[in-house]
């Protein structure tokens, strides 16, 4: 059962168009990734997903359907935002509360009552690893803490769809892993009843620990998929290169008329080939850069990765 089903979302801001007819759906068990560049109409569509701000109408005066856990959001609201988890780009917690006070504030605005509030905190508490520290404040919380403490908040009231706006930006590498483990013990651990998480992350590891993939671009989603058949679409042509000088390599190889695209990642480079000139300009660079002084240590067809595809689609939509 589609658990998150939108059709059409739009949302205009005066002459900006911030998201222009966009379809989604998330099934129960499914981590959806939002990603794409800033400004790309992320924030825009999860907050017309959680209710925030209401989709603008079509010219002929249709607007978005948008319906939650079978729920119309915008005629059963209430239905909608009872099953609806929402963890904002900005999230503010009460700095001078403590761990437990502010979960609590989140559990009595959800409705639980005095005898369910402590031990579903206690439970939510303990399931992000912050049961050690209930009655520390949240100002002296780490950021990584912060987040979880977020995410704590928002699966309160036990939400069957989970819409998270860039949870883990700025947090450091291994507060993210634990929080992609979380979501992932999530989806499995409520899976009969079924949960969906929607995601919005600008890290292209975290992207590719979803179970599906949406690419935003300029208030469109312009490509959908499970990370392996994104990947798949360049098959046959991505090649990995190693070498010296890497800044004036990188002009060479952007300056091969088979190349579509150059990227550099840490000290190495991907380029890119045309549909079917892999080979040839394989064959063409392992002769000529040699011949013209640079130092080349390794130049090798690889798999493609989830970035060299979202460079592809950027640098085609340009
Ligand atoms: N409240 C707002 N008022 C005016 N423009 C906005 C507002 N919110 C977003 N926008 C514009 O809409 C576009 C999409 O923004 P946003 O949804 O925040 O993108 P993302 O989350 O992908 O970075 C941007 O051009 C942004 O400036
Ligand atoms: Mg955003």
């Known amino acids: 059962m589609d658990l998150i089903s ?21 099934g129960a068990g499914e981590i959806f990734g939002l990603v794409g560049p800033d400004g790309a109409g992320k924030t825009t569509t999860l907050r017309m ?53 502010n979960i609590r504030f989140f559990a009595e605005v959800r409705g639980l009552s005095p005898s369910e509030w402590l031990p579903r905190c206690m439970e939510i508490l303990a399931f992000v690893g912050l049961d050690a520290y209930i009655h520390r404040r949240a100002g002296h919380l780490s950021g990584g803490m912060k987040q979880k403490l977020g995410l704590a908040a928002a699966l309160v009231h036990r939400p069957r769809v989970l819409l998270l706006d860039e949870p883990t930006t700025g947090v450091d590498p291994v507060t993210r892993q ?101 080979a040839s300009i394989l064959e063409r660079l392992a002769q000529s850069l040699p011949t013209q002084g640079y130092e080349i240590k390794q130049l090798r067809p690889i798999a493609p990765q989830l970035e060299d595809v979202f460079m592809d689609l950027l640098e085609a939509g340009q």
């Open 6 to 26: 939108a059709k059409k979302l739009r949302r205009t801001f005066g002459a900006t168009v911030a998201v222009e007819e966009v379809n989604l759906r998330v």
């Open 49 to 101: 997903l959680c209710g925030a701000y209401r989709p603008t109408p079509f010219d002929d005066g249709s607007s978005a359907e948008i319906s939650i856990a079978g729920f119309n959001l915008l005629t059963q609201t209430e239905e909608a935002r009872a099953v609806l988890g929402y963890l904002p780009q900005r999230f503010s917690l009460y700095e001078d509360l403590t761990v437990l006070e």
């Open 178 to 278: 634990d929080f992609w483990q979380l979501l992932i013990r999530l989806v499995g651990k409520d899976h009969q009843r079924g949960v969906a998480v929607l995601v919005s992350t600008p890290y292209m590891d975290e992207a590719a620990r979803c179970t599906r993939i949406g690419f935003m671009s300029g208030g469109r989603l312009v490509l959908e998929g499970a990370p392996a058949q994104l990947c798949a679409r360049l098959e046959g042509r991505v090649a990995e290169l190693v070498g010296q000088p890497l800044p004036a390599l990188r002009h060479v190889v952007e300056n091969d008329p088979g190349v579509s695209g150059v990227q550099m990642f840490g000290d190495r480079l991907h380029l890119r080939a045309q549909p079917g000139q892999l």
